[in-house]
């Protein structure tokens, strides 16, 4: 099955910043939302935020204006910026499209960020 393919991840010293992408095998058309997830060690997959089609934005209580969602329709690319990293954040993210309530893709691999001194 179509995977997206997430990437940008690895470890990073607590306060450190992180750029991940979500590269589409397809075109992204412009009605679908962008979202991404994360899996702790040991935990539930829980919801990152999302970006939808019309630029409104909702981001998990976690992310405290630390992350950002943005995605370039050109590119087939959707993109996770995280700032302020803490070692709470150490998961592996994963990202995925949504349109017509339907994902447009299986789950893929993800990325692993750890976050240590």
């Known amino acids: 099955q179509v995977q997206p393919v997430e990437s940008g991840g690895g470890l990073v010293q607590p306060g450190g910043s992180l750029r991940l992408s979500c590269a589409a095998s397809?075109?992204?058309?412009?009605?679908?939302?962008t979202y991404w997830y994360r899996q702790a060690p040991g935990k539930q997959r829980e919801l990152v935020g999302y970006?939808?089609?019309?630029?409104?934005?909702y981001y998990a209580d976690f992310t405290e204006g630390r992350f950002t969602i943005s995605r370039d329709n050109a590119k087939n690319t959707a993109y996770l910026q995280m700032n302020n990293l803490s070692p709470d954040d150490t998961a592996v993210y994963y990202c995925?499209?949504?349109?017509?309530?339907?994902?447009?893709?299986?789950w893929g691999q993800g990325t692993q960020v750890t976050v240590s001194s």
């Open positions: 995925n499209f949504l349109s017509n309530r339907q994902w447009l893709y299986s």
């Open positions: 397809g075109s992204i058309d412009s009605v679908s939302h």
């Open positions: 970006l939808r089609d019309s630029g409104n934005t």
